[in-house]
């Protein structure tokens, strides 16, 4: 096992990235809040693949938290996720500190104006600018030739390639399908906050998913007796209230009436305090 670099400066991230490419290397990024699992191995393992050199970020970005959200409590173990991070053979672990990325004087912001319209933007109105800002920045820090993040967080991918492309962005955006636990459960950090009461209730999200997948299939057009099938199945779990079940174009994100071609159904449920979403392309 290789040694990995740990830095912290976001000066010093932003000379080792130049270094790099002076030398003709390419640059694999993989941007997280850490305590992290297979998904976010997954994504680690396919930047290794694709790269002479892997970056991960570690960083949990307050101004992606609304004011009643889990920023205090999210869950963070460094030492344990350096250990992952060295197995998985990431060279270098970007570790900047709240305070090094938002001075006292921050006032920029990046924000798109439509996708966040759509979906988790609308029960967490300052989430997406707070994540767009947040990517823009370590994209300048790490300079990378390709970036990958998780279809998990669906919404997050389009907004950071509509961004990308918008912002022209030299670096190819690479989405990676979500990983799941043996259960079915959509793997999160966030995953840690259910007891073992709640986790039946959590799984009927991928439950229902899948029963929506095979109404889509047996021909099933109506996107609204869909999503009240949808909701009723997963209501009928102890300690579920949903945020939000949708149909929506898996580009734009607009709402679907009828189904005719690939659509996107995104779920947002509490289960007890826990918000979790999971979502599926569902093909006729
Ligand atoms: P996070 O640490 O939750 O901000 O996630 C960092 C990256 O890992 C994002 O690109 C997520 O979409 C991705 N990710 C999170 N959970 C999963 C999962 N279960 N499968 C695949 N990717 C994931």
């Not at 071609?261 to 392309?281: E, F, H, W, Y």
Request: hydrophobic share 35%; with cysteine.
């Amino acid at each position: 096992m290789t040694d990995i670099d740990i830095i912290p400066e976001s000066e010093e991230m932003q000379a080792y990235s130049d270094q790099l490419r002076a030398d003709g290397k390419t640059i694999a990024f993989v941007p997280t809040m850490g305590y992290l699992h297979e998904g976010h191995l997954s994504l680690l393992r396919e930047g290794r693949k694709r790269a002479d050199s892997l970056v991960l970020s570690i960083f949990v970005n307050p101004t992606q938290f609304g004011p009643n959200e889990d920023l205090d409590a999210y869950p963070q173990d460094m030492d344990r996720d350096l250990e992952l991070a060295r197995k998985e053979g990431v060279d270098t672990v970007f570790t900047p500190i709240k305070e090094s990325l938002y001075g006292r004087e921050y006032q920029t912001y990046v924000s798109l104006e439509k996708l966040p319209m759509h979906l988790c933007g609308k029960s967490r109105p300052e989430h997406f600018r707070g994540v767009a800002t947040i990517v823009t920045k370590l994209f300048n820090i790490v300079k990378p030739h390709i970036a990958i993040f998780g279809e998990k967080d669906f919404q997050q991918l389009a907004v950071i390639r509509q961004m990308t492309k918008d912002l022209n962005f030299d670096i190819n955006i690479v989405g990676w399908p979500t990983i799941r636990e043996p259960d079915g459960l959509a793997m999160s950090s966030r995953n840690t906050y259910l007891t073992p009461e709640q986790r039946p209730s959590a799984l009927s999200l991928y439950k229902a998913l899948q029963n929506a997948e095979k109404l889509v299939k047996t021909g099933e057009k109506n996107a609204e007796k869909i999503i009240t099938i949808t909701k009723e199945s997963i209501l009928s779990n102890p300690g579920t209230n949903i945020d939000y079940v949708e149909i929506n174009d898996p580009e734009t994100l607009d709402t679907v009436t009828s189904i005719k071609g690939p659509v996107l159904m995104a779920l947002a449920v509490k289960v007890g305090k826990t918000r979790l979403i999971d979502n599926m392309v569902l093909k006729p």
